[in-house]
């Protein structure tokens, strides 16, 4: 089982002779299979999450940016899941998700992770217990920086409060050059997906974080 972290997550996974493909390695689908038990065990089962009820309808996986960074083959070894809390958004949340063993960190998984509201099976605001909640897995500096939810969840831009406020102190430039950051791509919430079903995932893993 992995040692405990301050601000950080730690799902401890094996991995599975299933899971091999032909070319002699974990299969990247599976891997991205790993990130979700992950997103599920930190939402669902976490001790905290489990005393207050928190996320009582589930919720829903909007968005999955994956840089696959190693080649992951079958070992007894157990891969470590750590997942980290980016961004707190009016109704989500963005989760970094790094699949190590180490030395190595073989995938690297930025999810946006939106609370499910039971009647209409949509997205919702976020209560403030599952805001303090997630806040306790932020860095320091993302900490730091107030959530932009004055304009709603779809129009963010991945730029943190202190880059932007400084954006708009500066005086526009005479040429405008391609913008360096880039709006987020959301995609589009569906009711009927994401994990957060009744029956969820068969769990594979051992948390640590408790």
Known sequence: MSALRPGVHVLSCPTRWSDVDENGHINNARLVGYVQEGIYDLFRHHATAVRQSLFPS???????????????????????VRL?????????AHVEVNVCREPLTFMRARTVVVARDRESGRSRKLSQNERR????????SAAGSAPDTARGDRRATGVPAAASAAAARTPAPTQVQASESAPVRWVPVRSGGGLGSPRGPRRRCRTSAG
Request: proline share 5%; glycine share 4%; hydrophobic share 40%.
């Open 58 to 80: 589930g919720f829903i996986i909007a968005r999955h940016e994956i840089d696959y960074l190693e080649q992951l083959h079958h070992r007894p070894e157990p891969l470590s």
């Open 133 to 140: 909640f997630l806040a306790a897995f932020m860095s320091v």
């Open 84 to 92: 980290t809390v980016e961004h707190l958004g009016r109704s989500s």
